[in-house]
């Protein structure tokens, strides 16, 4: 049974941004990495969970699909002009 890499925090700015997005209900354009690829997408976050020692972002995706990712996945994001 593998196990995921262990949880590396991200900074405490980064996730002020984060929070400050989901207040503002803003679409987000993010870079993060699953597995072996890199993955650039659109979403709309919604909550900030901690959850087996590890940080996630609770989002809905432009498929309106629900998901969590973990922060340390995460590479860059920024605010979708609109």
């Known amino acids: ?13 980064r996730y002020s941004e984060l929070e400050l997005a989901i207040v503002r209900g803003q ?3 993010t870079h993060w990495r699953r597995g072996a690829m890199d993955r650039i997408a ?3 976050p919604l ?11 609770i989002l809905r995706d432009t498929a309106g699909r629900r998901q ?12 979708v002009p609109g």
Request: hydrophobic share 40%.
């Open 47 to 57: 909550d900030l969970r901690t959850r087996r020692g590890a940080e996630y972002l």
């Open 1 to 13: 049974m593998s196990s995921a890499p262990p949880y590396t925090p991200i900074t405490c700015e």
């Open 27 to 29: 679409f987000l354009r």
């Open 68 to 79: 969590w990712w973990r922060l340390d996945r995460l590479i860059s994001f920024e605010p």
């Open 42 to 44: 659109i979403v709309r």
